[in-house]
């Protein structure tokens, strides 16, 4: 089938996120023993982006949009228990699916420096991503935007997922939150500005197809927002990344 969308590039894209991500899990609550493999969430991302028009490149890049920022921690090989770096995987991606991957796969990572060998702290690095958003003027934004839009909506119906089973009350969402590093307060004020800097983004203007996935976004979020009880005037102005977005 010439024209099917999805070549063999797709699956040894499959094949270098199964290896680049090995041993990882999803994130749970403290005291819970993980069981979904990371893989899941890389899979579900590629799903979303492929559902919203994505190419075979985006689709690539969207299997693989973590290895950046997660992949050298989890590579079970020699090479990374010396130290494979960023970079290193940056030049894997670009010499086996080529330049276009490798710039989707940037534009959907948080670029903030590592301090000793660690990522920076949390607010330093949601906000220079919130703004590398709106900024991103180059011609294949709407591409690196899909990809990842397709991230944050696959992590936000997961969390909602798990709020509406697991996080009833006050307190068992409290416990539920716990697993990220800034619990609800800046989970949700983090995932709002999110669509707010989508919006925003240069790239989204004139794409029906992105406005309708960062619609699904917004609804997502929404509902997220509903079921813990607050709105989105007053996540907005939660302290944390409160000057996130310039007006």
């Given amino acids: 089938m010439p024209d099917f969308p999805l070549t063999e590039r797709f699956?040894?894209?499959?094949?270098?996120?199964?290896?680049?991500h090995a041993g990882q899990y999803r994130k749970v609550a403290e005291g819970d023993t993980p069981t979904?493999?990371?893989?899941?969430h890389l899979l579900g991302v590629a799903s979303i982006a492929l559902e919203f028009g994505a190419t075979e490149d985006e689709a690539?890049?969207?299997?693989l949009h973590d290895a950046l920022e997660d992949g050298p921690e989890n590579i079970q090989t020699d090479v990374a228990r010396r130290g494979e770096t960023?970079?290193?995987l940056r030049r894997v991606i670009r010499q086996e699916f080529g330049n276009q991957v490798e710039r989707l796969?940037?534009?959907a990572t948080e670029e903030t420096a590592l301090i000793e060998g660690r990522k920076a702290p949390w607010p330093e690095r949601k906000k220079a991503y919130l703004q590398k958003l709106i900024r991103t003027e180059d011609p294949e934004?709407?591409?690196?935007?899909?990809?990842s839009a397709a991230d944050k909506v696959h992590n936000a119906r997961n969390i909602l997922a798990d709020v509406l089973t697991f996080g009833d009350t006050?307190?068992?969402?409290?416990?539920?939150?716990?697993r990220f590093n800034a619990g609800q307060a800046g989970t949700?004020?983090?995932y709002r500005l999110l669509v707010r800097a989508y919006r925003r983004a240069p790239g989204a203007q004139g794409q029906p197809r992105l406005q309708a996935l960062i619609g699904e976004l917004d609804r997502t979020v929404t509902a997220l927002e509903q079921a813990c009880g607050v709105g989105e005037e007053h996540v907005v102005a939660l302290p944390l990344l409160r000057d996130a977005l310039p007006d």
């Fill in 170 to 178: 006050p307190d068992r969402r409290v416990v539920f939150f716990d």
């Fill in 105 to 107: 796969v940037s534009g």
């Fill in 86 to 88: 960023r970079e290193e």
């Fill in 36 to 40: 979904v493999p990371y893989l899941s």
């Fill in 11 to 20: 699956l040894h894209a499959l094949a270098r996120a199964h290896h680049w």
């Fill in 188 to 190: 949700l004020q983090y």
């Fill in 60 to 63: 690539i890049a969207a299997l």
């Fill in 141 to 147: 934004s709407a591409a690196s935007l899909l990809v």
